[in-house]
């Protein structure tokens, strides 16, 4: 799947940014989506940001094939990660209110497999600098996911 392609099924769901690139393609399992761009070496940041929506505009995915599936590809502290910011997101006002119950189960499921090595956010590429920069930088929530990232519930323009 490429960045474009990425888009496009992103559109197809319903991200509004991505609207441009809606092509009557038919929407795919948002859970399947997800997890094919956590296992991505490099994202543009503008389809990271879309990850965390992905957890709140859709209903609780089958949590056990999604952990099992992030733990096959080692990416249960990105989708960690992912879930805190949703969590943060839903915590901030009402719209996703509904949501944070799951979204905290799931962050409890995926804590208990969390991975000691650290991993970036899409971001394989990071020069050396960059990552010294972002471990003194980075939030408490990318510390505790052991994630070199920039990433926090600020940046996600989207609204709550």
């Known amino acids: 799947m490429t960045a474009d ?22 929407p795919e399992n948002p859970a399947a989506v997800l997890l094919w761009a956590l296992g991505a070496d490099n994202l543009e940041p503008r389809l990271v940001e879309a990850l965390p929506w992905l957890l709140l505009h859709f ?5 056990d ?11 249960q502290n990105r989708l960690g990660f992912v879930v805190s910011l949703a969590k943060e997101v839903a915590a901030r006002g009402e719209r ?5 119950d799951a979204l905290t189960a799931l962050e409890a499921m995926l804590d208990r497999s969390r991975l000691v090595r650290e991993d970036t956010l899409c971001e394989a590429g990071m020069s050396g ?4 920069a ?3 930088s980075r939030s408490p929530t990318a510390v505790h996911w052991n994630l070199v990232t920039g990433w926090k519930v600020e940046h996600l323009h989207y609204e709550p």
């Open 5 to 26: 392609s990425l888009g496009k099924r992103l559109a197809a769901l319903g991200y509004a940014p991505f609207a441009y690139l809606r092509s009557g393609a038919r």
């Open 59 to 63: 209903g609780d995915p089958d949590t």
């Open 65 to 75: 094939w999604l952990v099992r599936e992030a733990k096959v590809g080692d990416l």
């Open 96 to 100: 996703f209110a509904g949501r944070l």
């Open 129 to 132: 600098k960059m990552q010294a």
């Open 134 to 136: 972002l471990r003194q």
